[in-house]
């Protein structure tokens, strides 16, 4: 079954830092998404992305945040100065539409901010 | 605001038993209802889903039981295995939007 794979699985990087987050989604699929999941605590919503435009922004996504599509099958996650609180487990998920599809998580990348 | 309440936060049964965990939502505009099992060091994967226009849907041993007028939501797992052990997350979502809201979770431990 295909799957959504992210790399790295861990990552550790100083506070300031910028930190890239790999993820090449399912190849039919066409939506794309960022959640994160602090510890013990519940997963949410970052960003969107379709036709190599972002669709939809939570509060959270902010500045310091973006998202690229460089090639035909990767999808990135930019964290421009990391912060203490960026430290949580980052998921990209991708759906083949946008109409009630499930999400299809990837195992994640740990982001440790120190 | 929480857009989707979750409880209990954890839970504990025998092997065999039932496990019951429930979520309720505010947004009468959700019209997508699915639950995700989290094993340790993975992501979500999707175990079941619910559209409003149903009461109960049934897959193997889960079951997901939908009651619209309350605004709530439930997934049952019947004959707890130990292998069922993980972290579930409830979770909705609208038919013109892009977003899922999660529930908090619950952590379902099953005894041997």
């Known amino acids: 079954e295909p799957e959504v794979t992210q790399t790295p699985s861990h990552q550790v990087t100083q506070m300031g830092q910028e930190v890239i987050l790999r993820c090449v989604p399912i190849?039919?699929?066409?939506?794309f998404y960022w959640y994160r999941q602090i510890l013990g605590q519940k997963v949410e919503f970052l960003v969107s992305?379709?036709?190599?435009?972002?669709?939809?922004k939570s509060e959270i996504f902010d500045d310091q945040f973006s998202v690229e599509r460089p090639d035909g099958s990767n999808f990135t996650l930019k964290i421009r100065s990391t912060k203490l609180e960026d430290s949580a487990m980052y998921f990209c998920?991708?759906?083949?539409?946008?109409?009630?599809?499930?999400?299809?998580f990837g195992n994640g990348t740990r982001l440790t901010v120190t | 605001q929480q857009q989707v309440k979750q409880s209990p936060q954890s839970l504990i049964v025998q092997k065999g038993g039932i496990s019951i965990i429930n979520c309720a939502y505010e947004?009468?505009?959700?019209?997508?209802f699915p639950w995700y099992q989290q094993f340790p060091g993975k992501g979500p994967a999707l175990l079941i889903a619910?559209?409003?226009?149903?009461s109960e849907k049934k897959e193997g041993r889960f079951t997901i039981s939908f009651n619209k007028s309350a605004k709530q939501f439930s997934l049952h797992i019947m004959d707890s295995q130990p292998g069922d052990s993980a972290t579930y997350f409830c979770?909705?979502?609208?038919?013109?939007?892009?977003?899922?809201?999660f529930g908090t979770g619950t952590s379902l431990t099953v005894i041997p």
């Open positions: 947004n009468t505009a959700f019209d997508y």
């Open positions: 979770a909705a979502s609208m038919l013109t939007g892009n977003q899922f809201y």
């Open positions: 998920a991708s759906t083949p539409s946008q109409v009630n599809s499930p999400l299809h």
């Open positions: 992305f379709y036709n190599n435009e972002i669709s939809e």
């Open positions: 619910i559209r409003p226009d149903v």
């Open positions: 190849s039919n699929h066409l939506y």
